[in-house]
């Protein structure tokens, strides 16, 4: 084992897995995507974190007419 060392190293900072930077953006003209921006907006003003994602997820990974995903690039 390694020597202790005695203090703590600095500390570890996460991003906010719910903050608006990492929310994907509708694709425009996709009513799919258009409810689950609501459905995301309505959850958060709730309250409900949890549902926020998930509709986030949905507009992240459900199919377009071009066969990609809003993930994919």
Not at 21 to 28: L, W, Y
Not at 60 to 73: A, E, F, I, L
Request: proline share 14%; hydrophobic share 30%.
């Amino acid at each position: 084992m390694s020597k202790p060392r005695g203090i703590q190293g600095p500390p570890v900072y996460l991003t906010d897995p719910y903050s608006a930077d990492v929310d994907p953006i509708p694709k425009p003209g996709c009513t799919r995507c258009a409810a689950a921006d609501q459905r995301r907006t309505a959850a958060r003003v709730a309250g409900l974190p949890a549902t926020a994602v998930d509709a986030s997820v949905e507009i992240w990974r459900h199919p377009h007419p071009n066969g990609k995903t809003n993930g994919q690039r």
